[in-house]
T-cell receptor
Framework: NAGVMQNPRHLVRRRGQEARLRCSPM?????VYWYRQLPEEGLKFMVY????????ESGMPKERFSAEFPKEGPSILRIQQVVRGDSAAYFC????????????FGEGSRLTVL | SQQGEEDPQALSIQEGENATMNCSYK?????LQWYRQNSGRGLVHLIL?????REKHSGRLRVTLDTSKKSSSLLITASRAADTASYFC????????????FGKGTRLHILP
């Protein structure tokens, strides 16, 4: 029974390129969260999605960032025209219920922008 | 924002001692959770306490919740070197479909 799978684990991009981070939630989970973490800091909420719906994207920068969770396939966090400040660890978590659910985390995707 | 704030930011104790971390939040919540993160890894859920509960135990962990003070504490008894990690509290507000927000964490270091 696989847990939350994130890939790639490490991604290097040059400024101006696009980064696509993928997250496959645990089987049976329909809620996905994306968080960003800088070294030695906490997790900053980015976006909360259910299948085919964005529930809350209040933590997403207004430009260059987008997220989706299609009916089939993984959730995708997309960062266009990356800048050095986008370098961080991006964590995905999934849960089976809302408001009462334990979050199950992936191991994160570490983005480095050169 | 109902973001939790952990206190202290960092804590170093001798192996075998008890470690206490605190979390404060701002708005009414459905429940409060504690998570652990080892360096470079994803977070692992430790314990969830609901807003109508005051105390909960799980092994060497004891969590308290005081909704009147909007605060929670995590106690780890008889600490071990393997407890060295960052610990985060997480809350979701008592409204429908609310997101789960994490605090900045307490970095716990257990000295041998």
């Amino acid at each position: 029974n696989a847990g939350v799978m994130q890939n790639p684990r490490h991604l290097v991009r040059r400024r101006g390129q696009e980064a696509r981070l993928r997250c496959s939630p645990m089987k049976g989970h329909s809620h996905v969260y994306w968080y960003r973490q800088l070294p030695e800091e906490g997790l900053k909420f980015m976006v909360y999605l259910q299948k085919e719906n964005i529930i809350d994207e209040s933590g997403m920068p207004k430009e260059r960032f987008s997220a989706e969770f299609p009916k089939e396939g993984p959730s995708i966090l997309r960062i266009q025209q990356v800048v050095r400040g986008d370098s961080a660890a991006y964590f995905c978590a999934s849960s089976s219920t809302v408001n009462t659910g334990e979050l199950f985390f992936g191991e994160g995707s570490r983005l480095t922008v050169l | 924002s109902q973001q939790g704030e952990e206190d202290p930011q960092a804590l170093s104790i001798q192996e075998g001692e008890n470690a206490t971390m605190n979390c404060s939040y701002k708005t009414s919540i459905n429940n409060l959770q504690w998570y652990r993160q080892n360096s470079g890894r994803g977070l692992v859920h430790l314990i969830l306490i609901r807003s109508n509960e005051r105390e909960k135990h799980s092994g060497r962990l004891r969590v308290t919740l005081d909704t009147s003070k909007k605060s929670s504490s995590l106690l780890i008894t008889a600490s071990r070197a393997a407890d060295t990690a960052s610990y985060f509290c997480a809350t979701d507000a008592s409204i429908r479909d609310d997101k789960i927000i994490f605090g900045k964490g307490t970095r716990l270091h257990i000295l041998p």
